[in-house]
């Protein structure tokens, strides 16, 4: 699978659901634009998951140690709320409440496609993430890129 990109503003009915935008579903092989996975994320938003790229991430998640504690939890906390998806007729998706309340999505939510995965944001709490945008975002880019090994590709983003 490629790389997802974008971001796609999106409205929630009171139910719940959603519609899959066409700019993700058309990055998506055919086999891969029926079947999700959602679940909670970090700081308060939701990832959705194709459903291949979910069986390799809860395969290896599988594979750790349980007899370790840390471990246990980490695996309790990443599956839980952890849903499958399937589009409907209307390439509509259904969020359950619980994974709603969690992410504090209400009527508009901001998709943010990248890498195998989408984080699905509450629209205020993702344009907020922009506000507090670090002031040099090249030593940012420096101290997290800058570490990398990268053979025989450019160190540089632009």
């Known amino acids: 699978m490629s790389n997802l990109i974008g971001e796609f503003e999106c409205k929630i009915d009171a139910k719940g659901?959603?519609?899959?935008?066409?700019?993700?579903?058309?990055?998506?092989?055919?086999?891969e634009q029926d079947?999700?996975?959602?679940?909670?994320?970090?700081?308060?938003?939701?990832?959705?998951?194709?459903?291949s790229v979910w069986q390799t991430i809860s395969d290896e998640v599988n594979r750790l140690n349980?007899?370790?504690k840390k471990n246990r939890d980490f695996a309790r906390y990443f599956f839980r709320g952890a849903t499958e998806l399937t589009v409907d007729s209307v390439s509509r998706l259904l969020l359950p409440k619980p994974l709603m309340q969690y992410a504090n999505l209400?009527?508009?939510?901001?998709?943010?496609?990248?890498?195998?995965?989408?984080?699905?944001?509450a629209k205020d709490a993702y344009y907020a993430l922009h506000v507090n945008e670090p002031d040099d975002f090249s030593s940012l880019a420096e101290e997290v890129m800058g570490?990398?090994?990268?053979?025989?590709s450019s160190n540089e983003l632009s």
């Open 17 to 31: 659901r959603f519609m899959l935008p066409a700019g993700i579903k058309k990055q998506l092989p055919v086999e």
């Open 35 to 51: 079947k999700f996975v959602v679940n909670r994320g970090f700081e308060n938003c939701l990832v959705l998951y194709p459903y």
């Open 66 to 68: 349980l007899f370790n």
């Open 106 to 121: 209400d009527k508009e939510m901001v998709m943010f496609a990248f890498a195998n995965k989408i984080e699905i944001w």
């Open 147 to 152: 570490k990398k090994d990268n053979k025989g």
